[in-house]
Structure formats: C-alpha cells, structure tokens
C-alpha cells in the first residue's frame, strides 16, 4: 500500500507558474511508476504526464508538453509537477497516481492502469 498526498496547487493567474508535489509514504516509493491526471468540472479525468520508477522515462499530453515537467526525487519519496504558463483552461483538480511496476522504463498514460491515488489539488488559473 502506499499514501499519497498532493500540495502546491492554489490560484495563479494567467501566465504565472505552480509546482505541484506528490508526497508518498508507505510501501518503496522507487517500486513505483507514477502520473499526473486532471479533472475539470463536467469533464472526465486526463492524462497529464507520466514517469517511471527510475525517473529516465516521461510522457506528456501533447497539449501539455511544452509547458509542464514532471519529475520525481526518490530519495525524497515525492514527485513534481512543474506548472509554467499556465492557463485558464489549466483550472482542475489535479491528481497523482501510482502503481507498482517491475520495470524501471515503464509509465502508464491511462487512469486504470492506476491503483493508488491521492485526494488531488485545486489549481484555479484567472485571465
């Protein structure tokens, strides 16, 4: 099992930068491929980036890779999510996730492939 807990988030206005982060406790947090996800209201859940255990692979939403990072710190038991430029079509509540993996270059892109979650995190961007 493994906790997961989400900061950073708030209201930022057009233009500006967050950085979110994923604390996790529990079970090793290197065993684990891990992701960023975001849901708008009315809108079902996204993909927004994706790592793997050894931090070496990443995946992005097309739209989105330009403008955010996604990195993680093992030693830390966290992982990032670097916000820049953000928008107002940025507004939702972001989530991380986690799954165990036995691959240190696998990321998962896709909500079910997900067993743990955190509580997410409001970031509200104003034009």
Request: with cysteine; net charge positive.
């Amino acid at each position: 099992q493994v906790q997961l807990v989400e900061s950073g988030g708030g209201l930022v206005q057009a233009g500006g930068s967050l950085r979110l982060s994923c604390a996790a406790s529990g079970r090793a947090f290197s065993s684990y491929a891990m992701g960023w996800f975001r849901q708008a209201p009315g809108k079902e859940r996204a993909f927004v980036a994706a790592i793997s255990w050894s931090g070496s692979r990443t995946n992005y939403a097309d739209s989105l890779k330009d403008r955010f990072t996604i990195s993680r710190d093992n030693t830390k038991n966290t992982m990032y999510l670097q916000m820049n430029s953000l928008k107002p079509e940025d507004t939702a509540v972001y989530y991380c996730a986690a799954d165990v993996v036995s691959s240190l270059y696998i990321t998962y892109t896709t909500p079910g492939s997900y067993n743990y979650w955190g509580q997410g995190t409001q970031v509200t961007v104003s034009s």
